[in-house]
């Protein structure tokens, strides 16, 4: 069966809830402000798949992101998505605050 294009947003598919805030990544000049996102499972834990870098230079946000749905087994129940903020390059300093985030 080919790929069909549903109408709609990451709320979309039934089971699914998500809130956006502006915290402070970007300049709030943009047609949507919200630099922070929480997409949430309301039905629990559900199969994931993520695409991850394969530069040398992975930035901690990815490592703790890899980590995370390899010992989850694929599974995953929410996921914080930022807009456009790599924090590349930040040593244990990043690593700390990706593991916090």
Known sequence: ???QLIDGGVTTPAGF???GV????????HAWPEDLCLIVSTSGPVPAAAVFT???AVAAPVVVSRDHLTRAGGLCAAA???????NACTGEA???VAKGM
């Open 94 to 96: 990043g690593m700390a």
């Open 22 to 29: 502006h915290c402070g990544i970007k300049k709030p000049t």
């Open 80 to 86: 914080v998505v930022n807009s456009g903020c790599a």
């Open 17 to 19: 809830v998500a809130a």
């Open 1 to 3: 069966m080919p790929a």
């Open 54 to 56: 394969t530069n040398q």
